[in-house]
């Protein structure tokens, strides 16, 4: 495993470790960094990749072992010094003290985390490993591809694995290592499909052959065709290993000795000797190649995480400044910042209600927002006109065939016309109320976003800002609800001024000359009346209407 010469160490450690110190800071809460990821069909050989790049033994078996993705954190020591493990996850970190309590170890954190079941979860299980015998990577297993749920899987465990993986190789800081035995067809295993559709151009893809030795007798030929790249091509091409079969773990066969024997079984094979030679077979070439990957990976996404962390740094910043330095620990002095903090609010709240600029740099759009909602409640109006205009000839025919007494047609009935007014002013009140509410609501939302952009870091302000809002809003809104229903009040009772009226009325009549009259005013008996009241209904109303009467506006 020591084939990583020493002057790789001088590049490779300080990418490796430094990406390390960025994850330990859980920087990858906010920003992925470069990884290797480990996919492949149930089966195929993952997990006993991992081992041989590990040293350690981890849960193998038939059906999904792996059922969490595993960190696998490993970091090369120098010659001599002890192995080192720790576990971790969720909140949970144990030290492990030897190799071989690791299998069992994973073993528990999966129980704990997925339940005794065959189910999978997207909790991340972390491996720390330092020992002189490992490569300095980090690679993350992941369960395999599987088809067909077991008794016990929920029916879409195929589905929940593959999100679970395209989650994890979609990020173009992951290397997909993909992982393909040598028996069967690789155009058709779906770890490779579907690292080609996250990768369509196999920039960030490397594929890792496995059980050469189970290679069907007559088809070496097309393997070897495959490690150079010709049948589907990666531009990271593809490496080749062999691993402990199910005997030579049944016979207890080590992992150092697996290596012995993956070599001789190498140098001493008819066709993959040339893929031996060429430095494209074995798990300690595999290991180099894989800790270049991730360095030279590591080298170019360098520049963008900088970026990234420039950038967030800077959100960072920003945020802090306007935490200020917090209020001072001197009581006095501490009462004077609180009260400057109050003042400033309380100034940018009334500049914020009369649209004048703010102080606290918070963009505001409440008269926009008001603008929107007035207009809307113009049309309101300019529509229930319209209705209104139907509604007096429905009924003032209604009128004319019912309760017309003595008088002639054409004399009109003061107390009809004057109901029908009040009808139609009344229809409008409840309306108008609760326009008043839905602004008095959007007036408390921008307030508070105030009050939340301008105290922060001082949660019990803003709460008790929130409240001195919300009571003087109640207040204000009780009395513009009062205010507003008295207005009706007063144009339930008819009147106006006469000349307005009386100018409306002759300039209706004007119009109605001019205008071909109406043909239902026309041909009815009782048109002489209808036609009379229309004219002074329309008159009253359009006096009513915003156009023409000042209070509406307001
Ligand atoms: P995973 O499901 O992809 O993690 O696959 P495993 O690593 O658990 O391997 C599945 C089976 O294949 C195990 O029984 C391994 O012993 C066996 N296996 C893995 N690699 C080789 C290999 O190179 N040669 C042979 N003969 N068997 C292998
Ligand atoms: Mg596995």
Known sequence: ?????????????????????????????????PAIAVIGDQSSGKSSVLEALSGVALPRGVGI??????????????????????????????????????????????????????????????????????????????????????????????????????????????????????NVDIATTEAL??????????????????KPDLVDKGTEENVVKIVHNEVIPLKKGYMVVKCRGQKEITEKVSLSEALKNEEAFFKEHAHFQTLFDEGQATVPKLAEKLTLELVHHIQKSLPRLDEQIQKKLKQTRANLDKLSNGPPSDAIERLG????????????????????????????????????????????IETSGTNFNW?????VSQYERKYRGRELPGFINYKTFEAMIQEQIKQLEEPAVQKLKDVSELVKKELFELAQSSLVGFPNLIRTAMLKIEDIRTKREAEAEAILRM???????????????????AK????????????????NSSGATLKEMLKHLKSYYQDFRPEGHPACDR
């Open 1 to 33: 495993m020591n084939s990583l010469n020493q002057q790789y160490e001088e590049k490779v450690r300080p990418c490796i470790d430094l990406i390390d110190k960025l994850r330990s800071l859980g920087v990858e809460k906010d920003l992925a960094l």
């Open 65 to 182: 072992v792996t059922r969490c993705p595993l960190e696998l954190k490993m970091t090369r020591k120098k010659k001599g010094e002890a192995w080192y493990g720790k576990i971790s996850y969720r909140d949970y970190n144990e030290e492990l003290k030897k190799p071989s309590l690791v299998e069992k170890k994973i073993r528990e954190a999966q129980d704990k985390l997925v339940g005794n079941g065959t189910g999978i979860s997207n909790d991340l299980i972390s491996l720390e490993i330092a020992s002189p015998d490992v490569p300095d990577l980090t690679l993350i297993d992941l369960p395999g591809i599987t088809r067909v749920a077991v008794s016990g899987q929920s029916e879409d465990i195929g589905e929940q694995i593959k999100r679970l993986i395209q989650n994890n190789i979609r990020k173009q800081e992951t290397i997909s290592l993909v992982v393909v035995p040598c």
């Open 193 to 210: 499909r579907m690292a080609q559709q996250v990768d369509p151009e196999g920039e960030r893809t490397l594929g890792v052959l496995t």
């Open 337 to 380: 910042f609180l009260i400057d903090r109050v003042s400033a609010f309380t100034q940018d709240a009334i500049s914020l209600t009369k649209g004048e600029e703010l102080k606290c740099g918070y963009k505001s759009s409440i008269f926009s927002l008001l603008r929107g909602q007035f207009a809307v409640w113009r049309e309101a």
């Open 391 to 395: 509604n007096i000839q429905r009924e």
């Open 487 to 505: 207005q009706f009040q007063m144009e339930l009772i008819v009147y106006t001024q006469d000349t307005t009226y009386s100018q409306m009325l």
């Open 508 to 523: 209706r009549k004007r119009e109605d000359k001019e205008e071909a009259v109406n043909s239902l005013v026309n041909n």
